[in-house]
């Protein structure tokens, strides 16, 4: 460029090679820094994964295997027999598979229907005492579960007299606060206009309710779905203190009463462990990104 | 009259909150209110008499709560800010990655959480086996320690279930900061670096205050729930080896469906809920002074 | 017959945070069948507020309102036979333009063979014929106001409502839109109640305008009513644009007395206006009454005023002459051909029969037949 009396002028014969302009050079210290982060991560993640990792490989072994193991890394042998063992100690496994099943999906249906029906109330209706009775109902998440165990369980089992039943282990589910709260956060973001004007198209409240907020809120009712299912397959305590017959357990009540009927047999118990997560964690796979996104729903502002 | 007309113009407002109001009625108000007249009484499953503060006296003298108090103190002091910490440091870490490796490492590290409570339990009695041949005393028998019994001794046994926290289920936390990260504007950290700040400060004067409400979230559900922790202790140690894993959940539990004294037990949950909301209104009050929530 | 009518109407909120807030303050209107009436005012005046009442979504803390010839406090907004235009259109984003359109008859429970028609018909008027399959996400600005125009011509409602429908888009649409606007109602024939924060859309959509300030009807009356004979300082301020320069002074011995200097009082409009020695008045004279000398045309009543000009603007049409005097900031329009520097102290033309006066403390002006 030459500076020619006062106005500046490009020289347009010299030829700027694009690439070399644009092109952004990064010190090395950059690629080292990356390197050593990727590394950190995967030990750790090689880390997390390998309980996971180790239930797996185990339960293909022998069903008879010692109690302690020889540590391989890549499996030596691959076998059944442990699954064989798992489903033979207990007839009823097939059926602990079912009443997660069955007890997973009624809880989650019921939560997605009235939380968002409840959240959808406190989001977008004005009436009286809705505040008041928002926060009310709030409190209740903040109360250790342990103060309205043992009440409940009298109330259930004594009172209601539904000691191993089904709904026993639903009914206290059917909806929590907890649901309520991520539905009304998520709701919020609807906006009110989309109402007012389903209101002057002469839509009812509840077809309002049916037609144009749940279409609209099916990615928050998938998460909120989701997570409702794999807490309910995953839960241990209560279904573990109403139920007393053999056939009515869930998974993993049925899986921890094998752990202390034989706690030598590594294989089977293994195996049981593959069998009560492995639906979750092929859900989780398939539906990746709800389970991902889904925490911070609730949490973060807005 | 104006009852009719307020029906017809709030009626149905109520009837989309009936669920969970009633559910909060009969589920949480109801055996809340039972629970505590319940601490008052002897209560087992037949027959209840009444017996004024002395459950409240037992617990306040009995030994053993004693040792559960302090078991659940080491074990929320040593999990809940470690794990904090641990899911920041990651979260940090991932967040200076490229999007396709951060949803690769959101999900490697959630997936621990996706297994149920009861199988990590198992895997993880297996791994502590106390034989020479056992996993993880293979593992430290690299560095020259020999036979550790991780669950059977007693000054070792509530460290291993401190220890199986660190190795897992710190997907959440993750993706929690990493979605809080992201909400930091970037023009912030650049105005910094004209300012020459270095990236230790950057750290502390920006996104450590930044991300105060997060961690503060964090903090508050980490203790709820390291204070509530039963499985792994039921399937691993039973509370023992001499009530040394046995934590004031724990031992809740025992007193209500071991030795079926509800009464005891009902106070003893108190007592617990007394404790965990002391923590947090200290919390909010220590970090939350400047969070907005 | 379709007009509105509102009695003694007000709007009080309770909100935890603000208290007691009177959006609407006891206001009363009359708007004829078939009237285009925009409703104008800065934001908070109630003028989105009372159009959400005359549909129903609000419901007001005392007062009457009529549709038609009908009471229509207690009823819904689907039984008021109103239809409305909201500013962020408010289209179901889930279903197709049709789907939109149809929505309203369908919960009507109207035939399937009508809503066809009837959604045929509206899409026509509009022009948006070719998207019907398509889902709002898809079209442009224009196009989902078009849709959501379509979907309250759809009801054939008696009354039209518009929420500030224009805001969301670009100035250029804005204008052609306006245009469009205007032509809808000849075509259509109902009653169109119009809300909007913009002067110049008021002024160029209403057959009438209902200015608002705080709660309360400043004015109602013609554009060229508002423009010529504002009722109060805040309309004189609120319309034209730039809007009306203000000099503070006080009467003293049957002139105005400002700063030194004095204004003769014009004569013209003061009937039964009683001004007493003393009174604190306030001057208004619109940037358009100020003009270069050289450049006036004749005015039988003026006055030169020296004026330091601080800025100049070019608008290429006409220039604009910024200068402070008597303690206010002053604008003028003057021709696009003056040759007025800034830096320049000039002397400017006031037109003084354009003056007007206005009591400083009520703000109710004095310039106008008959007091009010």
């Known amino acids: 460029m030459r500076k020619v009396s006062g106005k500046l002028e490009i020289n347009s014969n010299v030829h700027v090679d694009p690439q070399l302009v644009f092109k952004e050079r990064k010190k090395p210290s950059f690629y080292i820094g990356r390197t050593l982060i990727y590394i950190i991560l995967i030990i750790w993640a090689l880390f997390t994964f390998f309980p996971l990792y180790w239930m797996f490989i185990s339960s293909f072994k022998d069903a008879n295997a010692s109690a302690s193991l020889q540590f391989d890394i890549i499996p030596r042998e691959f076998t059944l027999d442990s699954y064989t063992y798992f489903f033979q100690f207990n007839e009823e496994v097939w059926r602990w598979l079912f009443n997660s099943l069955f007890i997973s999906s009624v809880i989650t249906l019921s939560n997605v229907l009235f939380a968002a029906m409840a959240g959808y109330a406190f989001a977008k209706l004005r009436f009286p005492g809705r505040n008041t009775i928002f926060w009310v109902l709030m409190c209740a998440i903040m109360i250790p579960g342990q103060v309205t165990l043992i009440p409940l369980y009298v109330l259930i089992i004594n009172v209601f007299n539904m000691s191993d039943t089904y709904a026993a282990i639903i009914l206290p589910s059917i909806v929590t606060v907890f649901n309520v709260f991520l539905m009304k956060q998520y709701l919020t973001t609807i906006p009110s206009t989309l109402i007012d004007a389903a209101r002057i198209d002469a839509c009812s409240e509840f077809g309002i309710f049916r037609k144009i907020i749940l279409p609209l809120a099916k990615p928050g009712l998938a998460v909120m779905a989701i997570f409702t299912f794999v807490g309910q397959w995953n839960d241990f305590f209560w279904p573990f203190l109403v139920t007393q017959s053999n056939e009515m357990r869930t998974i993993q009540v049925g899986l921890a009463s094998f752990k202390f009927a034989d706690s030598t047999q590594f294989g089977p118990m293994m195996a049981g462990s593959i069998i009560a997560s492995i639906p979750m964690i092929v859900l989780f796979f398939s539906l990746q990104k709800y389970f991902l996104q889904g925490i911070t729903i609730g949490a973060l502002k807005g | 009259m104006k009852v009719r007309q307020f029906l017809r113009d709030f009626g149905w407002c109520y009837v989309f909150i009936a669920a969970p109001v009633l559910v909060f009625l009969a589920f949480t108000l109801y055996p809340i209110c039972s629970a505590f007249i319940m601490s008052f009484q002897k209560y087992n499953v037949l027959q209840s008499e009444w017996i004024g503060f002395d459950n409240y006296k037992h617990i306040f003298t009995d030994p053993l709560f004693g040792k559960a108090f302090i078991n659940t103190t080491i074990f929320t002091v040593a999990t809940v800010p470690v794990n904090v910490l641990i899911s920041l440091g990651l979260a940090l870490l991932i967040f200076k990655l490229g999007k396709k490796a951060q949803t690769f490492f959101k999900a490697s590290f959630y997936l621990p959480a996706v297994a149920s409570g009861v199988t990590i339990s198992l895997v993880w009695f297996w791994i502590f086996d106390p034989m020479p041949e056992g996993i993880l005393n293979q593992v430290v028998h690299l560095f020259g320690i020999n036979n550790v019994n991780w669950l059977g001794k007693k000054d070792i046994a509530l460290f291993s279930i401190i220890l199986m926290t660190y190795l897992g289920g710190h997907g959440a936390g993750i993706i929690l900061y990493l979605a809080s990260l992201g909400g930091i504007p970037k023009t912030i950290y650049e105005a910094a670096s004209i300012d020459a700040a270095s990236a230790w400060s950057k750290f502390r004067n920006i996104t450590w205050p930044l991300l105060k409400p997060t961690t503060l979230y964090m903090f508050v559900t980490g203790i709820i729930g390291s204070f509530q922790v039963f499985i792994s202790i039921y399937l691993m140690t039973g509370g023992g080896p001499d009530h040394a894993t046995t934590t004031i959940a724990y031992l809740i539990y025992q007193h209500a469906f071991e030795y079926f004294d509800f009464g005891l037990a009902a106070a003893e949950s108190f007592v617990l809920a007394f404790i965990i909301v002391i923590v947090s209104v200290l919390q909010f009050k220590y970090m939350g002074s400047d969070v907005e929530y | ?372």
Request: hydrophobic fraction near 35%; charged fraction near 25%.
């Open chain 3, 1 to 372: 017959m379709a007009r509105v009518v509102f009695e003694h109407v007000s709007k009080t909120f309770t909100d935890d945070k603000r208290g007691v807030f009177n959006a609407v303050s006891d206001i009363s209107f009359e708007i004829k069948d078939k009237e285009f009436v925009v409703f104008v005012g800065p934001s908070g005046c109630g003028k989105t507020t009372s159009l959400r009442m005359i549909s129903g979504l609000e419901k007001q803390t005392s007062g009457n309102i009529y549709i038609g010839d009908r009471l229509v406090n207690h009823l819904q907004p689907k039984e008021r036979n109103i239809a409305m235009v909201f500013q962020d259109y408010a289209l179901y984003p889930h279903m197709t333009v049709y789907e939109n359109l149809a929505f309203g008859l369908k919960n009507l429970k109207t035939k399937k063979e009508i809503i066809e028609q009837k959604v045929k018909e509206a899409s026509k008027i509009l022009g948006i014929e070719g998207l019907l399959d398509r889902k709002p996400r898809e079209l442009s600005g224009g196009q989902r106001q078009r849709v959501a125009i379509g979907r309250a011509i759809v009801r054939n409602p008696e009354v039209f409502l518009f929420d500030e429908p224009l805001s969301n888009l670009d100035a250029k649409l804005r204008v052609q839109m306006r245009v469009e606007l205007a032509e809808l109602h000849k075509k259509l024939g109902t009653t169109i109640v119009y809300v909007t924060h913009d002067q110049v859309e008021a002024m160029t959509l209403g057959e009438r305008i209902v200015v608002m300030n705080e709660g309360k009807v400043q004015q109602i009356a013609t554009p060229t009513e508002l423009y010529n004979n504002p009722a109060n300082l805040f309309v004189a301020s609120f319309i034209g644009a730039p809007s009306m320069n203000f000099i503070e002074g006080h009467i003293d011995n049957g002139k105005i007395a400002v700063n030194g200097d004095t204004f003769p009082i014009p004569n013209k409009f003061f009937h039964g206006n009683a001004l007493y020695n003393g009174q604190k008045v306030t001057i208004g004279i619109r940037p358009e009454d100020i003009s270069d000398p050289h450049f006036s045309r004749q005015i039988t009543n003026s006055s030169e005023l020296q004026a330091n000009i601080r800025v100049v603007e070019h608008l290429g049409n006409e220039k604009l002459l910024y200068f402070d005097k008597y303690g206010t900031n002053f604008t003028a329009r003057v021709d696009a051909e003056s040759e007025i520097r800034s830096g320049d102290s000039v002397k400017l033309n006031f037109n003084l029969d354009k003056m007007y006066l206005f009591d400083s403390e009520s703000g109710v002006s004095l310039s106008r037949e008959g007091g009010h």
